[in-house]
Structure formats: structure tokens, C-alpha cells
Nanobody, 128 residues
Framework: QVQLVESGGGSVQAGGSLRLSCAAAIYTSTEACVGWFRRRPGKEREGVAIIDAGDGTTFYRDSVKGRFTISQDNAQNTVYLQMNSLAPEDTAMYYC?????????????????????WGQGTQVTVSS
């Protein structure tokens, strides 16, 4: 059973930065898609950024492009989400997710049900 453990959330003022980490013991397989979803207050879950465990291909939602960067450290079995220029609309519970059945496709970013494993979530709050 894959387990995902997030850390790094917190409160920050607009324009600030945070880095989320996800310890993900999935890197025995190169066919896996790992990333971050979020649930903003009163909204549905939405994909933020994903990375292919095998070749490192990344996909981002449009609203975070140029501000957020997803990366992975295979040796440490960890996925990171560096979030810069944070805005109040980024306030959300952020979840680390993994699909260990296949490599990433662009569709993964819009399909929460494709991810079979979810972390417990870490709260990010951005004040104006």
C-alpha cells in the first residue's frame, strides 16, 4: 500500500513562497504519476501540478504556470511543489496524489479519480 505524507503547508502573505513536500514510497516503479491537487473553499478538487516518475515530464494548471514548480528526488522518494508569488486564491488544502498504474498524461491533471492514493492534505493559507 502506497503511502503519501505531505508537509510544508502554512500561512503566508500574498507574494510569498512556500514549498510543499510529499514523501512517496512509489519509486520502485517508473510507471507512476505523482503530483498535487487542491481543494479551495467552496470549490471542487482541481489538479495543480503533476510529474511523471519515470521521465520527469510535468504538467501544470494554467493559473499556476510560471509561479509553481513541481520536482522529484527519486533517491529520497520525495516530490516537491515550490510555490512562488502566492495569491489569496491559492488558499486551499493541498493533497499529494499518486497513480501507480501508469505514466502521466495531460488528462491526469483534470481527473482526480485517476489517482488511487491521496495524502492527508496540508493547508495553505495566503492572506492579502
Amino acid at each position: 500500500q502506497v503511502q503519501l505524507v505531505e508537509s510544508g503547508g502554512g500561512s503566508v502573505q500574498a507574494g510569498g513562497s512556500l514549498r510543499l513536500s510529499c514523501a512517496a514510497a512509489i519509486y520502485t516503479s517508473t510507471e507512476a504519476c505523482v503530483g498535487w491537487f487542491r481543494r479551495r473553499p467552496g470549490k471542487e478538487r482541481e489538479g495543480v501540478a503533476i510529474i511523471d516518475a519515470g521521465d520527469g515530464t510535468t504538467f501544470y494548471r494554467d493559473s499556476v504556470k510560471g509561479r509553481f514548480t513541481i520536482s522529484q528526488d527519486n533517491a529520497q522518494n520525495t516530490v516537491y511543489l515550490q510555490m512562488n508569488s502566492l495569491a489569496p486564491e491559492d488558499t486551499a488544502m493541498y493533497y499529494c496524489v499518486a497513480d501507480t498504474r501508469r505514466s502521466c498524461t495531460p488528462t491526469h491533471l483534470s481527473l482526480a479519480v485517476a489517482f488511487t492514493t491521496w495524502g492527508q492534505g496540508t493547508q495553505v493559507t495566503v492572506s492579502s
